[in-house]
Structures are given as C-alpha cells and as structure tokens.
C-alpha cells in the first residue's frame, strides 16, 4: 500500500492520457530512471506481492507481460520484441 505522501506523487506523476509524465514513448523509456520513486521499483513491488527473492526477476518478466498484452495485444511486435530480449544472452546473469 502506498503511503499518503507515495499515493501524492504518483498521482502528480499520472498525465492526462494515463501514462507517466516522465515516460518517454517515443523511446519507450523512463527519463527519471535512476531517480525513480520506490513504487516503481521491482523491488518495491514484489515486496507488496511477498515475492520470494529468488522469484523477484520472473515475476517483473510477468507484470512486464500483461503490461504489454493489455497495450498492445498479445501478438503485437512490442511483444515478440520483449520476448527476444528477454532471451538474449546479455539478459541471462540478471
């Protein structure tokens, strides 16, 4: 559960199209990552699922899965581009 001062700054983060303000769409990246709020964190989110540590990178592959299902459908390119770097082998030590 967020905190009253974390529920403040996510909803000042939402734009108006329902999409983060600092998310780049054009280069489908956050432009706050380093500096990004603990709720957008993996981490911050597999501890509120009580994820196991072990399980913390299959599951951010999974909320990353429905994400991109629920946007742009489940045989969009997005997704078969997700897929493919999720299987590279630069991605396997992570």
Known sequence: MLSDDQQTIY???VGEDGWCRHF???GR???IYEDRP???RV???ADLFAVPKEEVNAFAIDCCRQQIRSVHGGRSLELRKFERLIRSPQNSDD
Do not use: K, T, V
């Open 11 to 13: 909803l000042e983060m």
């Open 29 to 31: 990246r956050c432009r």
């Open 43 to 45: 981490s911050g989110l």
């Open 38 to 40: 603990d709720f957008c």
């Open 24 to 26: 780049d769409q054009g």
